[in-house]
């Protein structure tokens, strides 16, 4: 089984920042979550944990970061189709959330796009054509 990768995000509103996480495909998981924090499922290996800012400071003795006004990390999601990736764009938009905060990146073999949720922390879903890119990067290897 692969390991699980948990994701802690401060955030500013649980209830809001829940609600939006929802609205884009995840799933509260209840045992873990209360007022400071909720445990938001995307997959068996993916849970975003979006904790109260206060509480998320109890965590680490640096500043935390404001996502609005300072980049701390870009949140690559790989999905099944290009389909896929502008479905979540749309309902990330429709949620709340900004989307296309940057131009879509289409390379032919890699399709990008991002949005951001309520509090600012950057998405980045894509489809990438595994045999094409192969067939990109042999094509740029030198001979």
Same mark, same amino acid.
Not at 14 to 19: C, K, S
Not at 99 to 105: A, K, T, Y
């Given at each position: 089984?692969?390991?699980?990768?948990?994701?802690?995000l401060p955030v500013a509103d649980?209830?809001?920042?829940?609600?939006f996480y929802e609205a884009i495909g995840c799933t509260k998981n209840e045992q873990f979550s209360g007022p400071t924090a909720s445990a938001m499922v995307l997959s068996e290996t993916l849970t975003f944990m979006l904790l109260h800012r206060d509480f998320f400071?109890?965590?680490?003795? *640096?500043t935390v970061a404001d996502a609005t006004a300072t980049t701390e990390v870009l949140i690559a999601l790989p999905l099944d189709d290009r389909a896929?990736?502008?479905?979540?764009?749309?309902k990330a938009a429709a949620a709340g959330g900004t989307?296309?905060? *940057?131009?879509?990146?289409d390379m032919g073999f890699m399709y990008g796009r991002s949005f951001t949720d309520p509090d600012g922390h950057i998405f980045e879903p894509f489809h990438m054509d595994m045999a094409a890119a192969a067939a990109a990067m042999a094509q740029a290897?030198?001979?």
């Open positions: 089984m692969p390991n699980a990768v948990f994701v802690n649980v209830p809001r920042a829940t609600a400071q109890t965590f680490t003795p *640096r896929a990736v502008d479905a979540l764009v749309e989307g296309d905060i *940057r131009p879509v990146q290897e030198p001979a």
